[in-house]
């Protein structure tokens, strides 16, 4: 037998290190080949890491939260397959399978299915009842039917009594009756009574359909409250003196602002900085203070391109396809580019001032900021610029569906040319946004809504938006900068533009 350890690999372009988020295998496990082990959460995405080897899972040697060097060894197989690889201490004893209430013979593995519809109204098991069975512990209970008055059940003539000679059914042990246990105090009995029906469910608790509502709307468990019903069932004032103590406690528990005469150390919540925010937050920094960045905001009439956005999607071509106004804002910003090539760049130091260079990409990898649940995230779609509106729209959809779900992969958030970032979903009207490493521009998006606006001297509601453009001043100077941003608005103001 050969044990293998796995080492993290570099799953992105000069990778250094990674967070175990979640092991998917444990030891004892079998894997094959390309079997994906764990989740590891790099700069700025989860990646699955699929196993190298086939065998037994041995050892984790990383738990989950930690977070490691790349080459670090994560993962111990062994390549012995054969046979159970959980080992032989940890098996569960192997046991006849247990009924709700008796044990199923040895020899009744075929009456195991018509044992699984005891609990039916009108089943009957194969080849006769098993005696001492009970309903399934998950089957669905209806109320008992409420049968006629004992003197017209006195009345009715007696059933034939079963001739004394037939056999008893292969799956009931002939000799003896099977013990049937009481059930546990306070809990309703499942067993069959005497009439042969089978009512309620163990455990359950006794409420009126309307009591149940309200514990519903309330969040309250009702196995959690005392039952002081004539029949042990919960009522409304149960209900009421339960959130009142409820409440009760709540109000003595620390808020957000915890307790003015707790030890400051306990006032003060720490969250350690890695994966995402530590990736964005080394990003900033390299950003902010090495690119000399220049702001400049325009205020634009978007509602032709609100009237554009709402035929395209009763246009039966974008069927299915989510349209929104940042759709033609991508578009116009590729349109801007072209027309205005220097803010489609980076700046390259080359280590000296001296040799600096300025390269113009002629090709867009178009950047889209997103807020996901785990922090900043700007994937970018690739070649946006040979993209129909169509393909443009199914590719934004697709970005924004797989950062949503911390999907993104390290390649697509490598080689941006230039960032759009609409901080208008979250109902902001203007920013003065960081521009991405490696880049020389970013486009803010901000909120459009309807506001006065002079239209051939007189004042009418339009839907208007403001632009905020941040730029890399040893690259874009001022003028360029303004005619780029005009160039964007223009669209927005005219979307027919796109067809010149």
């Known amino acids: 037998m050969t044990l293998n350890k796995f080492n993290l690999p570099d799953v992105g372009e000069g ?25 590891i959460e790099t700069a700025k995405s989860i990646v699955e890491l699929p196993s190298p080897f086939a065998g037994t899972v041995r050892e984790l040697l990383v738990p989950e939260g930690v977070t490691i060097d790349v080459g670090t060894a994560i993962i111990s197989v062994s390549d012995d397959v054969a046979g159970d690889p959980t080992p ?7 046991a006849p399978a247990q009924l709700m209430y008796g044990t199923l013979p040895a020899d009744a593995g075929d009456d195991a299915a018509a044992a699984d519809d005891a609990g039916t109204p009108g089943a009957r098991p194969a080849g006769g009842p098993l005696v001492g069975s009970g309903p399934k512990a998950d089957a669905v209970k209806r109320r008992p039917r409420k049968t006629a008055a004992a003197p017209a059940q006195a009345a009715r003539p007696a059933a034939t009594p079963a001739p004394a000679t037939a056999p008893a059914p292969a799956s009931v042990p002939a000799a003896g009756p099977v013990a049937v246990p ?6 309703e009995d499942t067993r069959p009574t005497l009439g042969g029906t089978i009512t309620g469910l163990v455990n359950r608790v006794l409420a009126k359909p ?6 519903r709307d309330l969040g309250i468990d009702l196995a959690d409250v005392v039952a002081t019903g ?14 009142s103590q409820r409440d009760a406690e709540l109000d003595k528990a620390d808020g957000f602002w915890g307790k003015a005469g707790k030890p400051q150390d306990q006032r003060v919540e720490t969250i350690p900085v890695k994966g995402v925010r530590k990736a964005t937050a080394r990003a900033m920094v390299e950003s902010a203070f090495s690119a000399p960045h ?5 205020d634009v009439d978007a509602s032709r391109t609100m009237e554009f956005v709402k035929r395209l999607k009763a246009s039966r071509d974008f069927e299915g396809v989510r349209v929104s106004p940042l759709l033609i804002l991508a578009k116009a910003v590729i349109w801007a580019a072209a027309r205005n090539p220097s803010v489609n760049a980076t700046w390259v130091d080359n280590g000296a001032a001296d040799t600096a260079e300025i390269q113009i990409k002629h090709y867009m990898n178009l950047g889209i900021a997103a807020a996901t649940p785990r922090g900043l995230m700007v994937p970018n779609i690739k070649n946006a610029q040979d993209l129909s509106l169509k393909e443009l729209a199914l ?18 958030m490598q080689g941006g040319t230039l960032t759009v970032t609409n901080i208008g979903a979250l109902g902001i009207d203007t920013g003065t946004p960081i521009i991405n490493p490696g880049e020389v521009a970013i486009v803010a998006f901000g909120t459009i809504k309807q506001k006065p606006w002079v239209l051939d001297g007189e004042v009418i509601p339009r839907w208007i938006t403001t632009l905020g453009g941040s730029f890399d001043h040893r690259v874009v100077d001022g003028d360029l900068s303004a005619r780029f941003m005009a160039d964007v608005a223009a669209i927005l103001e005219e979307p027919a533009l796109l067809l010149d």
């Open 15 to 39: 990778l250094t290190e990674a967070e175990i988020v979640a092991w998917k295998v444990k030891p004892g496990d079998t894997v094959a080949v390309n079997d994906v082990i764990c989740e």
């Open 88 to 94: 032989a201490d940890v098996r569960a004893p192997e």
């Open 182 to 187: 009481a059930a546990p105090a306070g809990a």
């Open 210 to 215: 309307p009591v149940r509502k309200i514990a």
């Open 230 to 243: 004539l029949r042990g069932e919960v009522t409304r004032e149960d209900l009421v003196s339960y959130q």
């Open 294 to 298: 220049v702001s400049i905001f325009v």
């Open 395 to 412: 590719a934004l959809n697709n970005l924004a569906t797989t950062a949503r779900a911390g999907r993104t992969q390290p390649a697509e």
